[in-house]
């Protein structure tokens, strides 16, 4: 079973350009998040999708940013404009939806995008 | 709101030693606690996820345990090995409808051999 993937893994852009971040999750996961390591903080939450609807975007720092999730399945993140502070390391997890009886809604991570912005 | 606290930030031992990372949380109100590991330049491995109703979790030479009422967690690495050296991360899911995750720091561990 393929894990989550994340594309690019990397993203170098000057400030003022945007940039689009994409999360594919583990099939089948309806719970998608996002997250953003930036350098010397601890790992933040961005947003959470439930299938195609945004559960919780209390995390996303401003409206520069803009996640959607179309059909459920993968995920775009865009950064428009990106300014100097939004570089770091983008995080994307997944996790199935929970069970009424029992379901750890452990979050399975995919490698990161590092975004510079210059 | 719910903060997270790892210590120590850093740690070199000398291959063979087991020791302990330390989490702590604010907010005992949490729905699981997972560890992770991160190696430089890499992406974040799950190691062990204790629900709140477990006391500890087990997967070869690690043990996670869990006190939720004193909002504490500890990583025991037995018979160290330099491919443990990493970055540890400890993160707790809150109670609520969103599993989001909190984040410690991390403890940056170096085994030397």
């Known amino acids: 079973e393929a894990g989550v993937t994340q594309f690019p893994s990397h993203s170098v852009i000057e400030k003022g350009q945007t940039v689009t971040l994409r999360c594919d999750p583990i099939s089948g996961h309806d719970n998608l998040y996002w997250y953003r390591r930036v350098m010397g903080k601890e790992i933040k939450f961005l947003l959470h999708?439930?299938?195609?609807?945004?559960?919780?975007e209390s995390g996303m720092p401003n409206n520069r940013f803009l996640a959607e999730r179309t059909g459920g399945t993968y995920s775009t993140l865009k950064v428009q404009p990106a300014e100097l502070e939004d570089s770091g390391v983008y995080f994307c997890?997944?996790?199935?939806?929970?069970?009424?009886?029992?379901?750890?809604?452990?979050?399975?991570f995919g490698p990161g995008t590092r975004l510079t912005v210059l | 709101k719910q903060e997270v606290t790892q210590i120590p930030a850093a740690l070199s031992v000398p291959e063979g030693e087991n020791l302990v990372l330390n989490c702590s949380f604010t907010?005992?109100?949490?729905?699981?606690l997972q560890w992770f590991r991160q190696d430089p330049g890499k992406g974040l491995t799950s190691l062990l996820l204790i629900q709140s109703s477990q006391r500890e979790q087990t997967s070869g030479r690690l043990n996670a345990s869990l006190d939720k009422s004193s909002g504490r967690s500890t990583l025991y690495i037995a018979a160290s090995q330099p491919g443990d050296s990493a970055t540890y991360l400890c993160?707790?899911?809150?109670?609520?409808?969103?599993?989001?995750?909190?984040w410690g720091l991390g403890t940056s561990l170096a085994v030397n051999p």
């Open positions: 997890a997944s996790s199935p939806r929970g069970l009424a009886s029992s379901s750890y809604n452990e979050q399975f």
């Open positions: 993160a707790v899911s809150g109670a609520g409808n969103n599993r989001k995750l909190i």
């Open positions: 999708f439930v299938k195609e609807s945004k559960q919780d």
């Open positions: 907010d005992s109100a949490i729905y699981n």
